[in-house]
Every structure is written in C-alpha cells, then in structure tokens.
C-alpha cells in the first residue's frame, strides 16, 4: 500500500494551495481517506476525512469553512483544498487511508500513512 503526497509549499497568509495523495488502486476504492497535520513541537492532529464513496466529510473546527477533502475515484487521488490559509495551518500534512471505509478523525483508526508535505503559510 503506497500513499503519496503532494502540493505542499510556501504561501502568504490569506492565499491556497491544494494538496494531493494518490493511493493504491486496491485500496483506495473502498478505505477512508484522510488528512492530519502535525506542527513543530506539536502533536499530530486531524484535520479532514472522507468516507469511501466520498458522500461523507468531517473537517476539523480550526478548519471548517476553509478547506474542502474530495476524491477522484478514476485517479485513486485524494485533494484537500485549503483557502484563505492561516500562519497556524503551517505544519506537515499527512495524507492516511482506513480500512473501516468511514471518514474517520483519528490517527489509530488509520492503518496506511503517506510521508508528510510542507507547508508554510507566512503572515
């Protein structure tokens, strides 16, 4: 199982980026997908999930109205488009896959971990 993100970088206070994981084909047609994020001297934390059919999201409170998690079954790719980005959204994200199917918010109900992205958010 191999999951691979992408799209992270450096972006002033107010502006987007869209990150991106592409998965497995065997797996990503039937897992939940999410996204956690973990700060310098911080814990790791959720922040957007989606369920398998995509019908389902939860997002985190910090990011609520903000970002958006979406996925394309025909490119086994997961997104998370984040908007009007904040100095506190910079961190490493993570994209992770659950074998329970269920846009699920936390990090041990998650059984495969891509690498993490950068992103910086400048004020």
């Known amino acids: 199982v191999q999951l691979q993100a992408s799209g992270g970088g450096l972006v002033q206070a107010g502006g987007s980026l869209r990150l991106s994981c592409a998965a497995s084909a065997r797996i990503f047609s039937s897992y939940g997908m999410g996204w956690f994020r973990q700060a310098p001297g911080k814990e790791r934390e959720f922040v957007a999930s989606?369920?398998?059919?995509?019908?389902?999201?939860t997002y985190a409170e910090s990011v609520k109205g903000r970002f958006t998690i979406s996925r394309d079954s025909a490119k086994n790719t997961v997104y998370l488009q984040m908007n009007s980005l904040k100095p506190e959204d910079t961190a490493a994200y993570y994209c992770a896959a659950s074998t329970f199917g269920l846009a699920v918010t936390t990090a041990r109900q998650y059984h495969y971990w891509g690498q993490g992205t950068k992103v910086t958010v400048s004020s």
């Open positions: 989606i369920n398998w059919t995509g019908g389902t999201t």
